[in-house]
């Protein structure tokens, strides 16, 4: 089980910076996938980045690469509590969307690096609008 609460959210103007942060607390114990996805109205929900707990490697959808960067704090040694971040920079009016954090504990390290997990546990969402 995986518990997953967000907060950062909020309105902007084109080009600035918003930090999103998500207190991830799972049972048990074991490495794992977690990150962000949004879902905008009108669109797919786009998984947006993703970071595997052992290794630190991370996955950008092409949408975001170079803008955002993803990144966690281990707050306990057995990967029971993270806080997981999402550092947003140059934003665009496109990013506008209900940004949420998730959790995959089945997918392995690989799958993770390159993209491919889902949102198996999620958190509330927290809404991102950027607009002048």
């Known amino acids: 089980q995986v518990q997953l609460v967000e907060s950062g959210g909020g309105s902007v103007q084109p080009g600035e910076s918003l930090r999103l942060s998500c207190v991830v607390s799972?049972?048990?114990?074991?490495?794992?996938?977690m990150g962000w996805f949004r879902q905008a109205p009108g669109k797919e929900r786009e998984g947006v980045a993703s970071?595997?707990?052992?290794?630190?490697?991370?996955?950008?959808?092409?949408?975001v690469k170079g803008r955002f960067t993803i990144s966690r704090d281990n707050v306990s040694q057995d990967n029971a509590k993270n806080t997981l971040y999402l550092q947003m920079n140059a934003l665009k009016p496109e990013d506008t969307a209900l940004y949420y954090c998730?959790?995959?504990?089945?997918?392995?390290?690989?799958?993770?690096?390159?993209?491919?997990?889902?949102?198996?546990?999620r958190g509330q969402g927290t809404q991102v609008t950027v607009s002048s």
């Open positions: 799972r049972s048990g114990s074991g490495h794992f996938c």
């Open positions: 970071i595997y707990t052992r290794g630190g490697d991370t996955f950008y959808a092409d949408s």
């Open positions: 998730a959790a995959d504990l089945r997918v392995p390290r690989e799958f993770c690096n390159r993209g491919h997990w889902t949102d198996s546990y």
